[in-house]
Nanobody
Framework: QVQLVESGGGLVQAGGSLTLSCAAS????????MGWFRQTPEKEREFVAAISGSDRIKYYADSVKGRFTISRHNAKNTVYLQMNSLKPDDTAVYYC????????????????WGQGTQVTVSS
């Protein structure tokens, strides 16, 4: 069974930066598309960013494009989300997800999920 563990969440002021990490174990990490999603009590889980196994393909939600960067270090079985120019609207629980078949942006297509890490952006 693939396990994903997020870390790096916390409290940050608006305009600040934060980097999230997702450590994977139990699978062929380098062949998985990896994604970041976020969720609040008022909204469904939504796509944030995704990266292909080769890291040659990257997708971003319009709301974070230009501010967030997804990357991966396959030798460490780790994917990252660098978040800059954070806004209060970025406050959410952020989840790491793996897709064993492809890189994609949909919640349903992802096969494995982490437990999430809280990001809170204060004004």
């Amino acid at each position: 069974q693939v396990q994903l563990v997020e870390s790096g969440g916390g409290l940050v002021q608006a305009g600040g930066s934060l980097t999230l990490s997702c450590a994977a174990s139990g699978g062929a990490f380098s062949s998985y598309g990896m994604g970041w999603f976020r969720q609040t009590p008022e909204k469904e889980r939504e796509f944030v960013a995704a990266i292909s196994g080769s890291d040659r393909i990257k997708y971003y939600a319009d709301s974070v494009k230009g501010r967030f960067t997804i990357s991966r270090h396959n030798a460490k079985n780790t994917v990252y989300l660098q978040m800059n120019s954070l806004k209060p609207d970025d406050t959410a629980v952020y989840y790491c997800a793996a897709d064993k078949d492809r890189v994609g942006t949909g919640v349903q297509e992802h096969d494995y999920w982490g437990q999430g890490t809280q990001v809170t952006v204060s004004s």
